[in-house]
T-cell receptor, first 112, second 113 residues
Framework: AQRVTQPEKLLSVFKGAPVELKCNYS??????LFWYVQYSRQRLQLLLR??SRESIKGFTADLNKGETSFHLKKPFAQEEDSAMYYC??????????????FGKGTKLSVKP | GAGVSQSPSNKVTEKGKDVELRCDPI?????LYWYRQSLGQGLEFLIY????????KSGLPSDRFSAERTGGSVSTLTIQRTQQEDSAVYLC???????????FGQGTRLTVV
C-alpha cells in the first residue's frame, strides 16, 4: 500500500537553527516525491519535487530509496518559514494513477 | 481565472442536509482532484478526474459522496445527508495533465451542525 509518514506533528526551532522535516514513504515502485507548504491563511502550494532537484527558499530534499525517505532540510531557518509542511507521493508515474498521497503534515514554528 | 477557484469558501449546514461544493480549475487543465483536509488527519484523497471521467473513485468515504465534472472543466462534489464527521476543509486541485504540478484552490470549509 502507498503511504506517507511524517512522524512529527510539530517542530519548533529558533531562527538560524537547522531544520529537518522527516518524511518516509511506502511504495513498491518508483514514486515521485513532493513537499507542499501551506502558510497561514494561504492555499497549499508546491515547494519542491524530487525530480527537479532544486533548492527552493533554501530548502532541499533528497530522495533516499534505500531508506525510503525524502526529508526536507534547511541549514538556517527563518521566521517566515513557519508553516504547515506536507510530504506527498505520486505513485505509478506515467501510469493510470494521478493522485497525490499526502502525509499528515508537520507544523514548523520558527521562533525569533 | 488565474488560479483554482472554489465556492463557497465557507458553508454551514444542518445535519442531514445535502451540500454541493464547486471547483473551477485552471483553464486548460485536464486533471482535477478533490481532497479533504481534517484537523490532525492531513489531506485525504477523495477522487480524481481525467477530463470528465473519474478513473479513481477509491477515496470517496461513503456512497453519500459523489462528484461529477462537466465539459472537462467545472467539478461539483456533492455530499448527501451530511453528518458531523463530514466537517472539514474540502480542497480541489488541478494540473495540466496528471503527472504535472497540481495547483490547489483555497478550499471550502464545511461545518455540519
Amino acid at each position: 500500500a502507498q503511504r506517507v509518514t511524517q512522524p512529527e506533528k510539530l517542530l519548533s526551532v529558533f531562527k538560524g537553527a537547522p531544520v529537518e522535516l522527516k518524511c518516509n514513504y511506502s511504495y513498491s515502485g518508483s514514486p515521485e516525491l513532493f513537499w507542499y507548504v501551506q502558510y497561514s491563511r494561504q492555499r497549499l502550494q508546491l515547494l519542491l519535487r524530487h525530480i527537479s532537484r532544486e533548492s527552493i527558499k533554501g530548502f532541499t530534499a533528497d530522495l533516499n530509496k534505500g531508506e525510503t525517505s525524502f526529508h526536507l532540510k534547511k541549514p538556517f531557518a527563518q521566521e517566515e518559514d513557519s508553516a504547515m509542511y506536507y510530504c506527498a507521493l505520486r505513485g505509478d508515474y506515467g501510469g493510470s494513477q494521478g493522485n497525490l498521497i499526502f502525509g499528515k503534515g508537520t507544523k514548523l514554528s520558527v521562533k525569533p | 481565472g488565474a488560479g483554482v477557484s472554489q465556492s463557497p469558501s465557507n458553508k454551514v449546514t444542518e445535519k442531514g442536509k445535502d451540500v454541493e461544493l464547486r471547483c473551477d480549475p485552471i483553464s486548460g487543465h485536464t486533471a482535477l482532484y478533490w481532497y479533504r483536509q481534517s484537523l490532525g488527519q492531513g489531506l485525504e484523497f477523495l477522487i480524481y478526474f481525467q477530463g470528465n471521467s473519474a478513473p479513481d473513485k477509491s477515496g470517496l468515504p461513503s456512497d453519500r459522496f459523489s462528484a461529477e465534472r462537466t465539459g472537462g472543466s467545472v467539478s461539483t462534489l456533492t455530499i448527501q445527508r451530511t453528518q458531523q464527521e463530514d466537517s472539514a476543509v474540502y480542497l480541489c486541485a488541478s494540473s495540466f495533465v496528471k503527472d504535472t504540478e497540481a495547483f490547489f484552490g483555497q478550499g471550502t470549509r464545511l461545518t455540519v451542525v
